[in-house]
């Protein structure tokens, strides 16, 4: 039998993620509803080594789940890589009684929730807290649907501008690994063209499709290119100038203003449902797995296959944007 949880820790990990704060809040009250001692861990990895830890009362939650970030702070630790480094981490949650762990972050995150669960039989329950929205088995993740939105209302904007004075504009938005964000923003904004890292650019295509819009007389134009793309808004640019030096064009990177913000509805209900089923996890003792939400109903993928599997980015998304862009 699986040892029975009494007190539990939170913490972020990674990057934050808009709905991180909803996510904390459903944690902290689902626990003390169930009788169970909640502990804030301060700085992620970082904070269980230093023992940045205080318990939390319901009251401590009040009034953040409208606020973006996350009151618990992240970061990531190299010294949490390290066996030393987790045993100190261990002996700090020790020290406080702590016998399960909630883990908001990316894979990076879980991977190392793995790790420290298999050295020190802590059971740990992984949420997906990244705009990325590259980790299989969820079809959301905790901050996707608020990154996209600032997005969309960025590149909105953008095509006023462009509009008026007759302009290609570049628009790069977050996704080093993963172009989920550049899709569904571009889909959503009518982008001519997307440009993602899990997909071989063809730049010779790309000046061919730009060539047959001039000659069109269709000279506005939006790419929007994810930052882990080969090039990047920036080379693009320069590369488009080289080819088609009387296009006139405009690089927009938009950045860490992606990542902060009001989360919207819908992240702040999936932080919610995500939060409260992680305690009732380690509850009912389905430890070491990580939570999402599959066709609107609760998902739970082992933490050793999560950490393995990348969401995919499938043709038809591409075909649908090509047909779309013409």
Not at 113 to 131: H, K, R, V, W, Y
Not at 135 to 157: P, S
Not at 231 to 258: D, S, Y
């Amino acid at each position: 039998m699986k040892k029975k949880v009494t007190k539990i820790g939170v913490l972020c990990s990674g990057g934050d993620s808009p709905g991180m704060n909803a996510c904390i809040r459903a944690v902290v009250r689902t626990g003390i509803y169930y009788g169970l001692d909640v502990y804030k861990i301060m700085r992620g990895y970082t904070g269980m080594i230093e023992d940045d830890i205080q318990q939390m009362e319901s009251r401590s939650v009040a009034n953040i789940i409208q606020r973006g970030g996350t009151i618990l702070k992240t970061a990531r630790s190299k010294e949490f890589y390290e066996y030393e480094g987790r045993k100190k981490a261990y002996e700090n949650l020790k020290k406080h009684g702590i016998d399960g762990l909630v883990v908001l972050g990316g894979d990076g995150s879980f991977r190392g929730a793995q790790t420290f669960s298999n050295e020190f039989d802590i059971p740990c329950i992984g949420l997906p807290g990244t705009i990325d929205k590259d980790i299989a088995g969820t079809d959301f993740t905790i901050g996707f649907d608020t990154a996209v939105n600032t997005a969309v209302d960025a590149i909105d904007k953008i095509r006023d501008t462009a509009d008026a004075h007759d302009r290609l504009f570049i628009i790069e938005v977050m996704g080093r690994d993963a172009g989920y964000i550049a899709l569904h923003s571009g889909i959503a904004t009518g982008a001519e063209n997307i440009l993602i890292p899990e997909k071989k650019t063809d730049y010779d295509d790309l000046i061919e499709s730009l060539t047959e819009k001039e000659r069109r007389k269709k000279l506005v134009n939006l790419i929007v290119v994810a930052e882990g793309e080969q090039t990047g808004g920036v080379q693009l640019a320069n590369l488009i100038k080289e080819k088609l030096p009387l296009m006139e064009t405009r690089v927009c990177i938009l950045g860490h203003i992606q990542r902060g913000g009001t989360p919207t509805c819908f992240d702040r209900v999936i932080a919610s449902r995500m939060g409260y089923a992680a305690v009732e996890c380690l509850i009912e003792g389905r430890h070491n797995v990580f939570v999402g939400i599959v066709n609107n109903k609760m998902n739970y993928t082992p933490l050793n296959e999560a950490v393995k599997k990348k969401q995919r980015i499938s043709e038809e998304w591409m075909k649908i944007v090509k047909i779309l862009a013409t």
